[in-house]
C-alpha cells in the first residue's frame, strides 16, 4: 500500500506541472534528457530527447531536427525503445538502428530503407567514409569459465572457476567472453553484407574498452583503408593493475595491426582524424596506472608520426574536443574554476617551438558539456548548470555570443522558481583559497535559519562544477528546504595539476580538512543554522561521509553514505580496478615497506573512527557494484547497528555503483528526504 500511494503521489503531481513552484522528484523524472547530438554537412542538427516513464520502469527516446538561429524543433523519429541514429554519412545520409537491424533515411525524412533484414545484432555500427564498409562489435567466446565448460557431461553445474584477476568488472562477472572489432563489405543499396572479419582475432581483450566504451573507441581513416581502434592489450592481473591503452592501426589491404602510441603509457583514447584527413588526434594521460592523470591533446600524423602534445604547457586537463572544419583549429572543453568551458588551440602556430597558445572562449556559471559540431561561425554545444538540465547552445565564434538553441524543458522550468546559487572563496587550514557552491532554497528568506548540507563529491578526482544530476540533484534538495554546501577541496579539477594530484595517498588528510574548513566558514552565514547540519555523499564521498563521521567533532546532526569505501583493506580485496587503489593509497597493505601505502591504511580507513560515531547515518549500497562492492555497505550498517546509532540501509540488489532503474530512484530520493526530516 505505501508503494502504491507513493506512485498515486508521483502521477498526480507530474499531471499538473503548474501547480509546482519548486523542483519536486516527481517533475525531476518528468523532465527530457538531451542525449546524442549529430549534425549535417549542410548545418541540418538531429538530437534525441530520452524521456522515462517511471509507472513501466522503462524509458524511449525522440529525435528531432533543428536549424540553427531556429527556435522551433522538428520531430524526426517518434519516441522508440530501439531506434536512433547512429551515424550521418558524408552524403548526409542519415544511418540508423532500429529493431537491431539497420536502416537509412535523407534528412528531409525520405527514402527510408531497411538495409538489413537478418537475425544478426550489430553493436556500435561506424560506416566507411563511402558506405562500402562497416564496423561494429561482437562477443567472442576465448575461455573457459563456467562448469559446463570444463564437465560437459555436467551441464547442470552452476560454478564459475577463475585463475586470475579481473573476474569481475563494474557490475558483470567474467563470462569468458570479449568484445571484438569487426569489419565488413556493405552494400547500400541492398544492405548486403560481405563476409566479416574480426581484427583481434584470439585475442583476450575488449574494444569496445569496458566498462563503458562504445562507437567513439574506433574510427575510419579518411580513404577507408584502416581502422584506429582504442585497446588495453592487457589479460588478468596486468589488467587488474594498468591503464595503458594505446591506439591500434589495423591496415585493411595487408591484414596487419601497428601501435600508434608507443611509448604513451596512459590512457590514449578518444582518437579523430582532421577534416582533410592528414592528421590524427587523440587524448592521452602520462602516467600508468593513474586515471584521472592530466589529460592532454596529442596531434600527430595520419600514421602517427611526428607526435606533439598541444597542451602540455597548460596546467589543466582536458574533457572532450573537436576539430574545427577548416582543420586549423582544436575546440576542447575543460574543467576551470568549478565550471566547463570551451578552449581553442590555432594549429597554424609554430607547434614544434612549445609555445602553443590555449585560449579561453567561454566564461560564466555554466558547464558546457559537449561540443557537437561547427556550422559556420557557431560551434554547436551542450550546456547545463545547477538549475537545468542540459540544452543545447549555439556558440558564435565571431561575438563569443551563447544563445539557447533547444528548449527541452523550458516549459518547466518557467512554472518553477530556481535556486540561487552563491560562490564562495574559503581559506583552508594550510593558507590556500577553496571554492565553495553555496545553492539557496528558492523561496530563500535572509531572516530564517535553514538545515544545512555539506556535500562530498566522488571520484576522488571529479569536479563539483555547475552539473546537473538526476539523483544528487542540488536543485531538489534546495527545493525541500536546505542550503547544500559543495566545496572543490583538494583532488578536484580545474585549479591546476597539483591541486588535482593532491588527493592521491592522501584519502583522510588534507581533503577532510578542506571540507571542515568550507562548512565551519558557510556556517557563519547568518542563515545558517549550526545546530542542523547534515553531511551526504557517494562513492569518495560516501567515503568522506564514514570518515567526517568519526572524526566531525559534534559538527553534524546527520549522514548520508551511498556506496561509500568503509574498510580501506577489505576494498582493497574485494575491487576490481586495482590501478585505482594502487595509485591513490599508494599500494597493498601488506607491503610492509611503502610508507605511502602504510600511511593510507593505518590512517585512512573510516573503519578505525567508528567508535567516535555518535549521530544517526543512513546507509545506501547496490548489490551489483563491484567498485565498491557490498560487503563495504553491510560493516557500516553492522557497526553502527551495534552501537545502538540510529541507522538504516538501502540495499538495491540489481543496481550497481550508481541508482538507474527509475522506480528505485524514486525510492532513494523519497527515503532520502525522509532520513533528512526525520534527523535534521
Known amino acids: 500500500m505505501r508503494y502504491l500511494s507513493l506512485l498515486l503521489c508521483f502521477f498526480m503531481a507530474i499531471s499538473n506541472v503548474s501547480a509546482q513552484s519548486k523542483m519536486t522528484t516527481e517533475l525531476l523524472w518528468k523532465l527530457g534528457r538531451l542525449s546524442s547530438t549529430q549534425i549535417t554537412s549542410d548545418g541540418q542538427i538531429f538530437y534525441g530527447v530520452k524521456n522515462e516513464d517511471v509507472e513501466k520502469a522503462s524509458s524511449k527516446t525522440q529525435t528531432f531536427t533543428i536549424l540553427p538561429n531556429s527556435q522551433k524543433a522538428k520531430t524526426f523519429f517518434q519516441a522508440s525503445k530501439s531506434q536512433s541514429i547512429v551515424q550521418i554519412l558524408d552524403d548526409n545520409t542519415i544511418i540508423f538502428v532500429k529493431d537491431n537491424q539497420i536502416w537509412s533515411v535523407q534528412p528531409d525524412g525520405k527514402d527510408k530503407k531497411q538495409l538489413t533484414d537478418g537475425k544478426d545484432k550489430y553493436s556500435n555500427i561506424k560506416f566507411s567514409p563511402k558506405g562500402d564498409y562497416i564496423i561494429f562489435s561482437k562477443k567472442v567466446k576465448l575461455k573457459d569459465v563456467y562448469g559446463k565448460d570444463f564437465y560437459p557431461e555436467l551441464k547442470k553445474s552452476n560454478v564459475q572457476i577463475y585463475d586470475d584477476l579481473m573476474y569481475r568488472h563494474w557490475d558483470q562477472w567474467a563470462d569468458g567472453e570479449f568484445s571484438h572489432v569487426f569489419y565488413a563489405s556493405f552494400n547500400l543499396k541492398n544492405g548486403k553484407i560481405g563476409k566479416a572479419t574480426d581484427i583481434m582475432k584470439d585475442e583476450p581483450y575488449h574494444c569496445p574498452q569496458l566498462p563503458f566504451g562504445g562507437s567513439e573507441d574506433y574510427i575510419w581513416n579518411k580513404t577507408g583503408d584502416k581502422i584506429i581502434y582504442t585497446c588495453k592489450k592487457k589479460y588478468g592481473k596486468e589488467d587488474a593493475i594498468s591503464t595503458n591503452t594505446h591506439l591500434y592501426e589495423y591496415d585493411l589491404k595487408t591484414k596487419t595491426t601497428t601501435v600508434l602510441t608507443e611509448g604513451l603509457n596512459g590512457y590514449n583514447t578518444q582518437s579523430s582524424f582532421s577534416p582533410d584527413g592528414q592528421k590524427l588526434a587523440w587524448c592521452s594521460m602520462a602516467h600508468d596506472g593513474y586515471e584521472s592523470d592530466k589529460n592532454d591533446i596529442y596531434i600527430a600524423d595520419a600514421d602517427g608520426q611526428n607526435k606533439i602534445n598541444l597542451t602540455a604547457g597548460w596546467d589543466n586537463s582536458v574533457n572532450n574536443y573537436k576539430w574545427s572544419k577548416d582543420g ?54 551542450g550546456r547545463q548548470d545547477m538549475n537545468h538540465a542540459s540544452e543545447l547552445y549555439e556558440f558564435s565564434l565571431s561575438d563569443k555570443n551563447l544563445s539557447q538553441l533547444t528548449h527541452i524543458n523550458t516549459k518547466i522550468y518557467d512554472q518553477i522558481q530556481l535556486s540561487q546559487i552563491d560562490k564562495y572563496w574559503v581559506k583552508t587550514t594550510d593558507g590556500k583559497e577553496e571554492l565553495v557552491w553555496v545553492i539557496l532554497p528558492p523561496d530563500f528568506d535572509s531572516t530564517k535559519k535553514y538545515p544545512t548540507l555539506l556535500y562530498c563529491q566522488g571520484g576522488p578526482q571529479s569536479p563539483v562544477s555547475q552539473f546537473y544530476s538526476y539523483r544528487w540533484n542540488f536543485q531538489l534538495m534546495a527545493a525541500n528546504g536546505y542550503i547544500v554546501v559543495a566545496p572543490n577541496r583538494r583532488g578536484l579539477p580545474g585549479f591546476g595539476t597539483e591541486w588535482n594530484e593532491a588527493i592521491s595517498k592522501d584519502w583522510g588528510g588534507q581533503a577532510m580538512k578542506d571540507y571542515l574548513s568550507a562548512i565551519d566558514s558557510i556556517s557563519n552565514l547568518p542563515y545558517v543554522d549550526k545546530d542542523r547540519l547534515g553531511c551526504v555523499g557517494a562513492s569518495y564521498g560516501g567515503y568522506s561521509t564514514f570518515m567526517l563521521a568519526g572524526i566531525h567533532e559534534n559538527r553534524f546532526k546527520t549522514f548520508i553514505a551511498h556506496d561509500g569505501l568503509f574498510d580501506l583493506r577489505s576494498w582493497y580485496g574485494t575491487t576490481e580496478e586495482l590501478w585505482f587503489a594502487n595509485w591513490d593509497l599508494g599500494g597493498a597493505y601488506w607491503q610492509k615497506d611503502n610508507q605511502a601505502a602504510q600511511n593510507s591504511f593505518s590512517k585512512f580507513s573510516p573503519s578505525d573512527y567508528v567508535d567516535n560515531w555518535n549521530q544517526p547515518i543512513l546507509i545506501i549500497q547496490g548489490g551489483m557494484d563491484f567498485r565498491v562492492p557490498i560487503e563495504q555497505g553491510l560493516q557500516a550498517f553492522q557497526a553502527a547497528q551495534l552501537k545502538g546509532i540510529k541507522s538504516k540501509i538501502l540495499y538495491f540488489p540489481e543496481e550497481n555503483h550508481w541508482i538507474l532503474q527509475s522506480q528505485n530512484a524514486v525510492v532513494w530520493q523519497t527515503e532520502f528526504f525522509k532520513w533528512l526530516k526525520e534527523t535534521l
Do not use: P
Open 328 to 381: 586549423k583549429t582544436i575546440y576542447f572543453t575543460a574543467t576551470i574554476r568549478a565550471t566547463k568551458q570551451i578552449f581553442e588551440i590555432k594549429l597554424n602556430q609554430d607547434l614544434s617551438q612549445g609555445d602553443i597558445i590555449v585560449t579561453q572562449l567561454t566564461e560564466g556559471d555554466f558547464d558546457i558539456t559537449s561540443i557537437a559540431g561547427q556550422i559556420g561561425d557557431t560551434l554547436i554545444v
